[in-house]
């Protein structure tokens, strides 16, 4: 698995050629179909130039092998290393994400998730020069992506985010801490090195001695911890949206039976931040993106050794080509077999 970019789509490896494979086995059956509604097979050879009831093995070996190279390319094999192009300017940081249901509050128009995906992309921006991972939390952290120059496939990352793509619900800043700082270590077993930025509205479900030992913990491991605040202090009732179709149902309700409304905790982010040597900027800052990175520009870059800074360099586009070439060579050698058995019914 760690030899995989995308190890959670390893299921289409085998997965696509089964597909393919049934799908081709079904296209062969409905042409002998075909052929056997037109009449008399010898009369149907001579009208098409091909032979309809013949089974296109070919066709379905290179079609069936295409799909098996699309689904490990899909996976991103990595082997080898990328080299940075140069000394990194600015230290390496985690971007967490808060993924929970309260991300769909309305009190940041349209809601506090597009802010949320705005600002991070802002921060891409600013942050160039740095490797970057993602992380998303709402009951427990996920480490989404390494650290990784490649900002084109961190801004997909962040075209998918939703509450969605989190399956524990709740708000728990304290292992979204804990989780992303494995993302700073260059090698498992390592301390970490560099910056997290948390882009949540600090509502977390659980106790704030919790959060507070967690950015302890960051704190002492010499990992700045910085914030950027998403919502109000007034807030907003938190919507209840079906998980299957995506219609807004309503609110949902406290056990109470009081609406549940989420409010920008900015006090306990803050209370972060200083804590861990960061800055907490509201995201009603027009600033707060640029406040933010020049906290993250005060961290020391990590000191590379030889070869360190490189990433694990993804062959998908190895994989990829081969099946476009298998591709190309089933749409290219029909039109050659056409043209011959065209000429021998000619002559």
Avoid at 171 to 178: K, N, P, R, T, V
Wanted: charge should be neutral; charged fraction near 20%; aromatic fraction near 4%.
């Amino acid at each position: 698995m760690d030899h995989l970019a995308h190890p959670e789509l390893l299921h289409l490896v085998p997965l696509l050629p089964c597909i393919v494979g049934l799908a081709m086995l079904l296209y062969a059956r409905r042409r002998r179909l075909a052929a056997a509604a037109l009449g008399e097979a010898g009369l149907v050879r001579r009208l098409t130039a091909a032979d309809l009831t013949a089974a296109p093995n070919r066709r379905i070996l290179l079609v069936t092998l295409a799909a098996l190279l699309l689904g490990i390319a899909l996976t991103g094999p990595l082997w080898g290393v990328e080299p940075a192009t140069g000394e990194a300017s600015t230290a390496d940081v985690v971007l967490v994400l808060d993924a929970s249901n309260s991300m769909r509050v309305q009190d940041l128009s349209p809601d506090r998730l597009a802010w949320e995906k705005r600002i991070a992309r802002e921060l891409l921006t600013r942050l160039q020069g740095s490797r970057v991972g993602l992380a998303v939390f709402a009951g427990r952290g996920y480490a989404v992506s390494p650290l990784t120059t490649d900002f084109g496939a961190l801004q997909l990352y962040l075209d998918g985010l939703s509450p969605d793509v989190v399956t524990q619900g709740g708000s728990s800043l304290s292992d979204a801490i804990e989780q992303s700082l494995g993302l700073l270590s260059e090698v498992r077993g390592e301390a970490p090195q560099g910056a997290l930025v948390l882009l949540t509205d600090g509502d977390a479900l659980e106790e704030r001695g919790d959060v507070l030992r967690s950015a302890d913990i960051a704190r002492r491991m010499g990992v700045q911890v910085s914030a950027i605040g998403l919502g109000t202090a007034q807030g907003g009732p938190v919507p209840d949206v079906d998980p299957v179709s995506g219609r807004t149902l309503g609110v949902k309700h406290e056990p109470t039976g009081e609406v549940a409304v989420s409010r920008l905790g900015d006090a306990l982010l803050a209370e972060v931040a200083k804590q861990t040597g960061g800055a907490y900027a509201p995201a009603t800052n027009p600033d707060a993106a640029a406040q933010v990175a020049a906290a993250v520009r005060t961290v020391p870059p990590r000191a590379r050794k030889s070869g360190a800074g490189a990433t694990p360099a993804n062959r998908y586009e190895w994989f990829a080509a081969a099946a476009l070439f298998l591709l190309a060579l089933d749409a290219l050698l029909p039109e050659h077999r056409r043209r011959r058995r065209a000429a021998e019914v000619a002559g």
